[in-house]
């Protein structure tokens, strides 16, 4: 007897979930390999308003100065080992021996001028907290409508950013340049531009 098909009972196929990404627009930087994209699609312009991870976006981007941001994004979790999760109590108290030790860990970036950096950041981090606090300085110097309206996808700093990286200085940060801060507002979501919504 010949084998019916149409007798055979059909698996039935729930349709794929849709990717939310699939027809986002990513800049170039952000298509070069899954890592990027990744971060890109599921973190780059999320609204960033909790101390520590502020903390820990801006040391990033210190580290990053000067080289690729996708260097720095696969040794993130040795830097989050590094750096005690990037709490700024524990980094405030860091000493000459953890910077000697940081220098011998071959997992983060070996800069011991950023290591440094971090550490001093870490205690202006802890003393802004009499005055509102790392967050609330940080988005003080959101972009006005106006200016948002006008943002430019190829600009790499702003009067904002420039102001905010004068003001970080005062306070006794470093590595923390007009240009360096105009990353940070893109990538903690203070360009509405670019901002994406925050994750519930």
Do not use: C
């Amino acid at each position: 007897m010949d084998h019916d098909p149409t007798s055979q009972p059909r698996l039935s196929r729930a349709p794929a979930a849709p990717d939310p990404h699939a027809d986002a627009v990513r800049p170039a930087w952000a298509a070069r390999d899954p890592l990027l994209r990744a971060y890109f699609d599921e973190e780059w312009g999320v609204p960033v308003r909790e101390e520590r991870a502020l903390f820990e976006a801006l040391s990033l981007e210190a580290f990053q100065t000067g080289l690729a941001w996708s260097t720095v994004l696969r040794k993130r979790e040795a830097f989050r080992a590094a750096f005690a999760g990037f709490d700024p109590d524990a980094v405030a108290a860091f000493t000459e021996a953890d910077v000697e030790r940081l220098l011998q860990d071959a997992g983060i970036v070996r800069s011991a001028a950023k290591i440094r950096a971090t550490i001093g950041n870490a205690a202006a981090t802890v003393a802004l907290r009499a005055e509102g606090g790392l967050v609330d300085l940080v988005w003080s110097f959101e972009p006005s409508p106006e200016a948002a309206a006008a943002h430019d996808p190829a600009a790499t700093r702003s009067p904002e950013s420039t102001a905010l990286a004068a003001e970080l200085k005062r306070r006794g940060f470093a590595f923390v340049g007009p240009t360096t801060m105009y990353a940070l507002m893109e990538a903690i979501g203070m360009i509405a531009a670019v901002r994406k919504p925050a994750r519930g």
